[in-house]
């Protein structure tokens, strides 16, 4: 007779290496998180204030680059196109390592981010283009508001200080994962007008020498980086977005460990490069990508026009309703009961920093409306908008729960034993509870020896009373 199956349970604890790769991840991409929420602030500061307005244009409109190699870019575009493409090369290594090492593998486990994640995307989608086509707006932008910001909605719970269980960092780690790689499809399939079939056949190539080379085990940076910049001078001349280049050769890294190996090329590749991406990469594409005129006039336009509304309510209301519905039809129909410590109103505040969309909603805006710079500096403000509204409302839902997740952190990190790995990943070591032993009886003894201390005091003060007493009421 087949034994039942154990209800899975969602947002459970991760497994020890599982936390220890996202726990490293998350670090990086909070601090990276800090200085693209800086950089935002310098953009629109740079491009507000009126002594600097003409500065930051000249800057951002500044041409270099080899012409014959149709790369005499603008600094704006340089960023866009160039450094985005070390993010999704970054993107790419993570989704390669959850395929084969991580969540992903398992379908069961890959059910509930990939659901919630696609349900995520076709929200925003449907809320915008229901909004801009009601109110006779261009359903051009119905994919700005598709995408989630790791590094943004990590700064914020950095900032707001909310200590989040690991398991749902994890989520919102791996959603966004997923929600990269279906932005870099919408990309790819949505956002490609004219082919260069020369050009993709030469990045084809490149991409080819690039896969072999790694299958042939050649090391060397000095190989690997110049062969990745000519493969994406390729794909930038070939019509598609260059960026397309950084997450193909990302998916292209072996991700899984072999016998003797402590980290997997992928892994030792992603930990170099993470810190250029969040510290560098993301931070001055979000300087030259971010700074928008800002009014109350043009503030009160983001409420008024169809489009800029759209995308508001889509980062806003969409986001929040599919990815926490998705996860709840995911969990129902499943059979996968929610961690005992967690409610769903951790669930939905999760689902609301999701609707933080910034990097990649700011590219597909500037793609959406390209050669109208109006409407894509409206976009852009309704992005800024709708994300700071989704940071206020996360931010008072998850204040809300922070003492338990601050209860919930603390239960994770006990280490009683001091063996360097906490106690909740060794209940199944009898090693451990016989360390545990040990330590209680330690404690025990030490308990019944100030116990005996205490009642000799009390006896000592006891017998001092006693004959204090007697010569008190003793003959005159």
Known sequence: MTAPRTPRKAFGYLSLPERSYVADALRTETVGGVLLLLAAVASLIWANVPALQDSYESVSHFHFGPEALGLNLSVEHWAADGLLAIFFFVAGVELKRELVAGDLRDPRAAALPVVAALCGMAAPALVYTFTSGVGGGSLAGWAVPTATDIAFALAVLAVIGTSLPSALRAFLLTLAVVDDLFAILIIAIFFTDQLNFAALGGAAAGLAVFWLLLRKGVRGWYVYVPLALIVWALMYNSGIHATIAGVAMGLMLRCHRREGEEHSPGEHIEHLVRPLSAGLAVPLFALFSAGVAVSGSALAEVFTQPETLG??????????????????????????????????????????????????????????????????????????????????????????????????????????????VPDVYEQDDPAYHLRMAEIHERKAAEHRRLAREKAAERDALAEVTSGASDEDHGPA
């Open 311 to 420: 995308v508001v309510l889509g980062l806003v209301v969409g986001k929040t309703l599919g990815i926490f519905g998705g996860t709840w039809l995911t969990a129902r129909f499943t059979r996968a009961s929610l961690s005992d410590e967690l409610a769903w109103a951790d669930v939905f505040a999760v689902a609301t920093l999701a609707g933080i969309g910034f990097t990649v909603s700011l590219l597909i805006g500037e793609l959406a409306f390209e050669g109208d710079a109006a409407m894509t500096d409206s976009v852009k403000a309704a992005v800024l908008t709708g994300s700071l509204i989704a940071t206020a409302v996360a931010g008072v839902l998850l204040k809300m729960r922070n003492a338990t997740y601050r209860r919930l952190t603390e239960e994770e990190e006990r280490d009683e034993d001091l063996s360097g």
